[in-house]
């Protein structure tokens, strides 16, 4: 499988050990970046660089899943909700790894790299890659509200107010 991986420079040597793990597991790795340590870089670019790889791959009939990192994981997984065709998750435990696949289809994890150690990091990664979307008409349901809304503002029978 293709993961696609972006961090920050909270995330960079936590990513660069889950790459390594994800490699010698057999599965094809792009880095979004960074590329070297900077305190003052942005997440966004790296994370929505990411997020992109993901929707390319799954247009184009690629098995494929993201992983982006950062102190927190909560303004990565945002970064990456904002590309059409995401639909990331902030994981923190083995039962938020699994649901985000089995419920939600979620094809990338968001990880905070200062909450975490690797090893959990890891577990959590092969827990998500691993569990499959067993397609339960009410997930996909719901899943398809979320890509409608995405795509034209609405929800067909459903009330969606305005701003």
Not at 2 to 11: K, L, P, S
Not at 46 to 51: D, G, P, T, V
Not at 66 to 77: A, D, K, L, P, T
Request: hydrophobic share 40%.
């Amino acid at each position: 499988m293709r993961i696609h991986v972006a961090t920050d420079h909270a995330g960079l040597e936590f990513s660069q050990q889950l790459q390594q793990h994800l490699r010698d597991a057999g599965h094809e790795v792009i880095d979004h970046g960074p590329a070297e340590y900077d305190a003052l870089d942005d997440y966004p670019s790296f994370c929505i660089n990411a997020a992109l790889g993901v929707a390319r791959d799954e247009r184009d009939g690629i098995e494929a899943l993201g992983v982006v990192f950062g102190g927190s994981g909560n303004g990565e997984q945002m970064a990456a909700n904002k590309v059409a065709g995401i639909r990331a998750a902030l994981v923190w435990n083995d039962s938020t790894a699994q649901l985000a696949r089995e419920h939600n289809n979620a094809n990338v994890i968001s990880i905070g790299a200062r909450q975490h150690e690797v090893a959990d990091a890891i577990r959590f990664i092969d827990l998500f890659v691993q569990e499959p979307f067993p397609g339960d008409e009410r997930h996909v349901r719901r899943i398809n509200q979320l890509g409608e809304y995405e795509t034209t503002g609405a929800i067909a029978g459903k009330q969606v107010d305005a701003l």
